[in-house]
């Protein structure tokens, strides 16, 4: 964690050369001098996806492509859309369109207003000029830079598998999700019910992570956001997955430190991805993925 007044430089992109790519738009932890928060940096640090970037860190080791943000989601989140503004943050009218969604309603828009207990982030109201300037420091560039990475491997292979990577807390809070107090499984992966890949490489994946003795939850409480509904098109072979690893794995909550966790749960990451690098998704047969003659 960083408090930096230099100009932020918003993402990194390791680059791979399969039709593997991975993004993680929540486990940054550059936060800039303009963030102008009230709470304490400890107490913001909650929101981050902490050492997700880190847990698929062996992307370029097995030829995908890793894209992560540099920039915390509760200063700007990638994982929103541009309606998405929160109109109780901002001291003047928003003029562009504006959608009441229900990350809106939980203070969680594109602009983070409340942090998952409900604690307020400010204690002022932000002019739309802020908004703005976030938007194209970090915004557009990590959504340009994982569009790019797509495209690449779309070029390279005819099809992507894209995996939006994020960690959830071991139990839901006031604000995180419309199910407050639920026990999460160990993996939550969201396709919007069947709309940014096909069902047969969300089996693909739950029937992984089963067998590997993981509990796994598809759709509930995490269907997926901005992110993978921006970037999943699965009649163009451009399948994008959400995949939610519980923070209980591989860390502790309260310290942010990882823990003797965190070993078993990248290798078993870095299994499954080795697994999605060599598969082509146009051959998954049936739910049960099953793999076609070739």
């Not at 304490?40 to 943000?69: C, K, Q, S, Y």
């Amino acid at each position: 964690m960083k408090l930096t007044t230099n100009p932020l430089e918003p993402l990194t992109v390791l680059p791979g050369t399969s039709a593997l790519v991975l993004d993680s738009p929540h486990s940054g932890t550059l936060y800039p001098e303009d963030f102008g928060h009230a709470v304490a940096l400890t107490v913001l640090r909650v929101a981050e996806d902490t050492g997700v970037e880190a847990l698929w860190g062996f992307a370029p080791d097995i030829g995908a492509t890793l894209v992560h943000a540099s920039f915390p989601r509760s200063y700007i989140d990638a994982n929103r859309a541009l309606e998405d503004i929160d109109p109780l943050l901002l001291d003047a009218p928003w003029t562009g369109p504006l959608h009441d969604g229900p990350k809106v309603r939980l203070g969680k828009g594109l602009v983070w207003r409340l942090l998952d207990d409900g604690t307020p982030i400010y204690q002022r109201r932000l002019s739309p000029s802020e908004v703005t300037h976030r938007i194209d420091a970090c915004w557009r560039p990590y959504h340009a830079a994982l569009e790019a990475a797509i495209d690449t491997a779309v070029a390279r292979h005819g099809y992507v598998i894209h995996l939006n990577c994020h960690s959830m807390p071991a139990v839901s809070a006031a604000y995180s999700t419309n199910h407050p107090g639920l026990r999460h499984a160990d993996f939550v992966i969201g396709d919007r019910d069947g709309t940014t890949a096909d069902p047969r490489l969300t089996r693909f994946v739950e029937r992984f992570l089963l067998g590997h003795g993981y509990t796994v939850s598809v759709n509930h409480p995490y269907k997926g956001v901005e992110i993978v509904r921006r970037h999943g098109r699965p009649a163009e072979q451009r399948l994008s997955l959400q995949l939610e690893v519980n923070k209980r794995l591989y860390m502790d909550e309260q310290t942010l430190d990882r823990h003797e966790g965190f070993a078993l749960a990248q290798a078993a990451l870095r299994e499954l991805a080795e697994a999605l690098s060599g598969l082509d998704p146009r051959r998954l047969q049936d739910p049960g993925s099953v793999l076609a003659d070739a």
